[in-house]
């Protein structure tokens, strides 16, 4: 049979001619958003942060009160934000009782009797799973430098040597919370506003094509879903996403005391206030990690004895269990974080412009206090206009790899 003109078949296995022509097939051809009546919603290119950031543009996480549990045949925990789950709930009853009154088909089609698959995703589950690969990383290639692994005494030292790590693997990779909801490796599920229907791989288009598009039921599903507050993933048909700025969906939230303008103040957190302390945490137990794995290291220093200029003794690296608060105050953690976040959103500070950010932050945290300089390094390093790759590699079955060592990078200021 041939493949329909207007069908894209690409996957992220085809060469990049090839998956580039079917990509921009499957945009303006394969779903072309003018021909149905329904606006799809593109997670992909145009709408990538949706769900993941306030409207000041800050990454955010879900305030667990605010979630319900969706009924499901598959004997799946799922939720979703409760108003959401409200909504699906009578989308479920309306496309049940088209198909009672012969209005839908109700064999051989995705979009009748709607079980849901996939809802909400811990981002503290998938952050911490994230953590792991990258140390793996630290531990396997970049420490795996005898120079660099000879320089680790103890834990400021280490820190010392992780800011070296953060050079060289930052931007194409993150190590913040708030860096990483916003990245590709960061799932739009975290914001609970999204049900699959299904669970497919969003890089194959000819799945979407076949068994979405052309699905007999899928026009009048758009619909449907639209009259609920509901638009349709244009990359993943199977997905549907709460429009927060649809009436219908506002009429949801209104029971649970939610608008457009205060969801993200009370259903959700800006995550950067609590970075610096999911930081420490991990920071610590990638410290006491690789103290446990290398317990000992040879220190080579200047000998009192002429006749040996060097001399080598065995050092001991000490595990941590509390953070000094005194060694390492809050202007140290301060330092450190803007460091980081300077380097996952790829400014390109010169060491003066690092030196004063810091020195600013500084006399607000002097004059006022830690959450004034807190938000003051977040609202200099955010930046709305910043585009992170499309939403592919996390949910296409891939491996992430952190490969460090081809990383290039241009940044020019230092924190030690």
Not at 210 to 222: A, G, P, V
Request: aromatic content about 16%.
């Amino acid at each position: 049979m041939a493949i329909p003109w207007n069908k894209s078949v690409a996957s992220n296995k085809f060469a990049s001619y090839g998956l580039f022509y079917n990509r921009e097939l499957y945009k303006t051809q394969t779903y072309p958003e003018q021909v149905y009546d329904v606006q799809p919603i593109d997670l992909w290119y145009v709408s990538q942060d949706y769900g993941k950031v306030d409207s000041l543009g800050n990454p955010i996480a879900v305030n667990p009160s605010f979630l319900s549990q969706v009924p499901s045949t598959n004997n799946e925990e799922l939720f979703v934000m409760n108003f959401v789950a409200d909504a699906f709930a009578d989308l479920r009853n309306y496309m049940g009782q088209a198909g009672f009154q012969n209005r839908i088909e109700t064999e051989d089609t995705e979009y009748y009797d709607l079980q849901p698959h996939r809802g909400w995703t811990s981002v503290d589950v998938e952050f911490d799973n994230y953590m792991q690969i990258a140390y793996d990383a630290f531990f396997e290639g970049f420490m795996a430098d005898k120079a660099i692994d000879n320089k680790v005494t103890n834990f400021a030292s280490f820190l010392r040597v992780f800011s070296g790590f953060i050079s060289r693997i930052t931007p194409k990779f993150v190590f913040t919370k708030t860096a990483f909801i916003s990245s590709r490796y960061g799932t739009p599920l975290a914001c609970g506003l999204m049900l699959d229907l299904a669970v497919e791989q969003n890089d194959d288009d000819a799945v979407k094509y076949d068994k979405f598009i052309q699905d007999k039921n899928f026009t009048f599903f758009t619909k449907a879903a639209q009259q609920f507050g509901f638009l349709i993933d244009k990359n993943a048909p199977w997905r549907i996403v709460a429009d927060l700025g649809s009436v219908a969906m506002q009429n949801y939230m209104r029971n649970y005391g939610l608008t457009l303008d205060n969801v993200f103040r009370v259903a959700y957190a800006p995550t950067y206030k609590t970075d610096i302390e999911t930081l420490k945490g991990y920071l610590v137990e990638f410290y006491n990690a690789y103290a446990s794995n290398r317990p000992e290291v040879r220190v080579v220093k200047d000998s009192s004895n002429r006749q040996n200029a060097l001399s080598t003794t065995i050092h001991k690296r000490i595990l941590v269990d509390v953070v000094s608060p005194i060694e390492f105050n809050d202007l140290y953690w301060l330092k450190y974080y803007l460091f980081i976040r300077g380097k996952e959103m790829n400014r390109p500070w010169r060491q003066v412009t690092f030196d004063r950010l810091f020195r600013t932050a500084s006399q607000l945290y002097k004059f006022q206090n830690y959450s004034k300089a807190l938000a003051y390094i977040n609202r200099r390093v955010r930046n709305k206009e910043f585009k992170f790759l499309p939403l592919t590699n996390s949910e296409s079955g891939g491996n992430l790899n952190f490969d460090f060592l081809n990383t290039v990078t241009t940044q020019l200021f230092r924190l030690f």
